[in-house]
């Protein structure tokens, strides 16, 4: 299998043009994978967590969580939504002619492309000076409680990992993945812009030359294969039973105090006050 699809220029020099579109199916193949092989392993080697915290210590948290603990502001919820939709119109309108769907795609992909990178704009000003913008990210407990849990799976005798914080550790390492993958489809699908008609730029299409041309569609093209399978494993583990609560806090905005107290360490999420119910005023949220 060839990667990259090469080309010769009119000087006669071998430039990259864009990704092998097996990749497209390579891609999709490993994702499907990943979920069989998730689902064997919780269904028939994932060990249960011991509890971590004593009796006193979680009487005590229970004491001061209200019955809905807010997890995602309006603002964080509105992001995720836009960003899934303009992702989803930017793979379709990609990948549907390279399966033989034929359309008019051009306009409508450079269309959904703008949408994402405002989204992100938007994304990062919010999570930088609205919300708690290093909790999204690994530290230094998240290493040590997968350690722990490799280990446990692997048959050793280990403390138990402790409870996580606002996000899992899986969702840590997802966000750092999409981040990769969105910057390098944002960053060359601008610049690619200026090879087709919109009414923000003159086009320009020897604004590079054709090796930096090259690189710049193989980079957007590996991004945009990676992304089906990041998302085929993000729809997967949002739809699973032990996962839907997580997957409902981002339509309404909040976890019950049960899944709360079940998966999190108030130590290192510690919570505010209540969300409020529909039609009743809202004073500021605490909890980001």
């Known amino acids: 299998m060839n990667f990259i699809q090469w080309a010769l220029n009119p000087w006669g020099e071998r430039i990259p043009i864009h990704v092998s579109w097996d990749l497209l199916w390579a891609s999709a193949i490993a994702g499907a994978l990943f979920l069989i092989v998730h689902a064997i392993y919780v269904g028939y080697w994932a060990k249960p967590v011991a509890e971590s915290q004593n009796d006193s210590k979680l009487t005590a948290a229970a004491a001061r969580v209200p019955e809905r603990v807010a997890r995602h502001s309006f603002g964080a919820r509105a992001f995720h939504w836009v960003m899934a939709a303009s992702m989803f119109v930017l793979l379709f309108t990609a990948f549907l002619p390279k399966v033989g769907v034929k359309f008019s795609w051009v306009t409508i992909h450079w269309i959904a492309g703008i949408v994402l990178t405002i989204s992100v704009l938007y994304h990062i000003i919010h999570a930088t000076f609205w919300l708690d913008f290093w909790s999204i990210w690994p530290d230094k407990q998240d290493v040590v409680d997968a350690s722990r849990r490799f280990k446990r799976a692997m048959g050793e005798a280990v403390p138990p990992p402790k409870k996580f914080g606002k996000y899992p550790l899986e969702n840590k390492l997802f966000h750092l993945s999409v981040l990769f993958a969105g910057l390098a489809v944002i960053f060359t699908g601008f610049f690619m812009m200026f090879r ?32 089906v399978a990041l998302i085929m494993a993000h729809i997967y583990f949002a739809v699973r039973p032990e996962k839907f609560f997580l997957t409902k806090s981002m339509i309404f905005g909040w976890i019950s105090r049960e899944k709360y107290l079940e998966h999190n360490d108030p130590e290192r999420w510690p919570v505010g006050e209540e969300v409020p119910e529909a039609g009743q005023s809202k004073a500021p949220e605490v909890v980001i």
């Open 196 to 227: 087709v008609r919109t009414p923000f730029f003159t086009r320009n299409p020897y604004l590079f030359g054709d090796e930096t041309w090259g690189v710049m569609y193989v980079l957007h093209g590996l991004a945009g294969v990676g992304f």
